[in-house]
């Protein structure tokens, strides 16, 4: 990274640094990309004229069944570990769910196969300030196993 802001003093493209970056090394998943019908304004601001559009996006089932497929085997959900490993799975998520009842007292049927995640509304603007959802998932675990989350943010415990 540091070599590609070399050219960029004011930080005005990291974004496109970084997926240039991605995209340089090869270090992306081949996630299927859906797209949804919505309204968007026409080309000027002062034309109030809709038109219906496809537009991108991610489901998570897409990224689900991408992550679980092989050469990842669930790694990126399951705390590191891969779907073959189910003994560790088991023992992760079971542990997990008995800590969480200290902070919440919500009970899953199946708590060895019960994959915690993060959900995060937000509301986006276009560049016509139009309000759109944006919903994202996050994996709990981190990839160190039960003892290591993604985001202590939304945890008010730490794990023992």
């Not at 802001?5 to 240039?20: M, P, V």
């Not at 090394?25 to 026409?42: D, F, W, Y």
């Not at 049927?109 to 759109?132: I, M, N, W």
């Not at 981190?142 to 003892?147: C, D, I, S, T, V």
Request: proline share 5%; with cysteine; charged share 20%.
């Amino acid at each position: 990274m540091a070599k590609r802001s070399t050219n960029d003093t004011y930080g005005r493209n990291a974004s496109r640094n970084l997926f240039s970056f991605i995209h340089q090394k090869n270090k992306t998943l081949e996630v299927h990309i859906s797209s949804v019908t919505v309204p968007v304004r026409g080309a000027s601001r002062h034309k109030h004229k809709e038109q219906m559009r496809p537009w991108p996006v991610l489901y998570f089932s897409d990224w689900v069944k991408t992550t679980f497929a092989d050469p990842y085997n669930g790694y990126f959900l399951l705390g590191g570990y891969k779907i073959h490993q189910e003994q560790h799975v088991t023992n992760m998520l079971k542990n997990f769910w008995e800590r969480y009842q200290f902070v919440d007292t919500i009970s899953t049927a199946f708590p060895s196969k019960t994959v915690p995640y993060f959900l995060h509304g937000d509301e986006g603007r276009g560049q016509c300030k139009r309000p759109v959802m944006i919903l994202s998932a996050q994996p709990v675990l981190g990839w160190g196993g039960e003892n290591r989350v993604t985001s202590k943010k939304y945890l008010s415990y730490r794990f023992v």
